[in-house]
Structure formats: structure tokens, C-alpha cells
């Protein structure tokens, strides 16, 4: 199951977003651009294998991300870097 790129774009106001367990392959980069307001995020047991860099890059609100129990061969270097109140 992929996501469409379009599915978030207009919810920019949302602040939590639930997606766990529902066997996400694959995730466009800008996905979550539109979501500005988003703090927490679960994406745990899923089939996600690859972010890239710019996939948070916009959340700049985001502090909680739980990404466990996915099948991540490698995550980008500055996937994260803009994600200043991440704990």
C-alpha cells in the first residue's frame, strides 16, 4: 500500500496523524510538506523500507515520531535535521 502525495494536502492544521499498522510501502517526500502544524506522527508497523532527506523537512512543530517495526535498510544523514523539538 502507497500513499498518494496528495493525501495530506489539505489538512495543514493537523496536529497528530495516526498511520500505523496499515502496511505503508512506500511514502513521497512531500507528503507531510503541507502539514505545518504536525507534532506527533506514528508510522510504527508498517512496511516502510526508505525516507528520504526532505520527508520532515517542513514539520518543523514535530516532537514525537515513532517509526519502529518497519523494515528501514538505511535513513538518510539529515533526514531529521530540521526537526529541532523532536525527542
Not at 18 to 47: A, H, Q
Not at 52 to 69: M, Q
Request: hydrophobic share 40%; net charge positive.
Amino acid at each position: 500500500f502507497n500513499l498518494h502525495p496528495k493525501t495530506f494536502s489539505s489538512n495543514n492544521m493537523l496536529e497528530t496523524l495516526l498511520l500505523s499498522y496499515n502496511v505503508i510501502r512506500s511514502i513521497n517526500k512531500d507528503i507531510f510538506s503541507n502539514m505545518i502544524k504536525l507534532s506527533y506522527l506514528d508510522l510504527s508497523f508498517n512496511k516502510l523500507k526508505y525516507l528520504y532527506s526532505e520527508t520532515f523537512s517542513k514539520n518543523l512543530d514535530l516532537n514525537r515520531l515513532i517509526l519502529k517495526n518497519n523494515y528501514f535498510l538505511n535513513l538518510e544523514p539529515y533526514l531529521f535535521s530540521k526537526n529541532s523539538k523532536l525527542q
